[in-house]
């Protein structure tokens, strides 16, 4: 990466905790963003934070619930950025594109929840407003595509790690290049002043 660049965590929120969602993968992809941004804090790089909170009342992501609120280890400090969105991208109704601008950030190390949605659609939206995307895929997660989540019955169904494995594929090479966290930090190993 050259030049300025921030680390951008999307949805790490209590929401996702929640039972609805079924089965998961990658039940270390907290802990892999933790060490991420432990490293950039340490470093005093950009940290960014973004959460949802949804439009409808039945959303599990209602303003003002405890649902919304960041998971353990990854609550923004003050003097973080944090934005608020209501769709899966980062950029959209947010100030983030303009705040990157502002500060002259033309990298992002991103990762969050879920790879296959907001994840997925934030990495795109910022390849294509022009800004280098690093995702630590190691430190994001998705859900298996069931029934519950709104798929029609008779679909086909794809478990956590296809969906995983499969939207990281399809962003790594056209929209990011996809690192495990171990391997952006040792990248961006540099002495802490």
Do not use: Y
Not at 43 to 68: D, K, N, Q, T
């Amino acid at each position: 990466m050259s030049g300025p660049h921030a680390l951008l965590l999307v949805d790490f929120q209590r929401a996702f905790l929640d039972p609805f969602w079924g089965a998961r993968n990658n039940p270390d992809a907290e802990a892999r963003a933790v060490d991420l941004l432990a490293h950039w804090r340490a470093r005093g790089w950009p940290v960014i934070h973004v959460r949802h909170e949804g439009a409808s009342p039945e959303s599990l992501f209602r303003p003002g619930s405890e649902a919304v609120s960041f998971l353990p280890g990854l609550e923004p400090l003050p003097g973080e950025m944090t934005f608020t969105k209501s769709v899966n991208s980062a950029f959209i109704g947010t100030g983030l594109e303009a705040h990157l601008r502002a500060k002259g950030i033309r990298d992002l190390v991103l990762c969050g929840l879920t790879t296959p949605h907001c994840v997925s659609t934030s990495a795109r939206m910022a390849a294509n407003l022009g800004f280098g995307v690093t995702l630590a895929h190691d430190a994001c997660a998705a859900f298996a595509a069931t029934a519950n989540m709104g798929w029609a019955a008779g679909l086909p169904q794809a478990d956590a790690e296809t969906a995983h494995i499969h939207a990281v594929a399809h962003l790594h090479g056209e929209f990011v290049t996809a690192q495990a966290s171990r391997d952006i930090i040792g990248a961006e190993a540099a002495p802490v002043a």
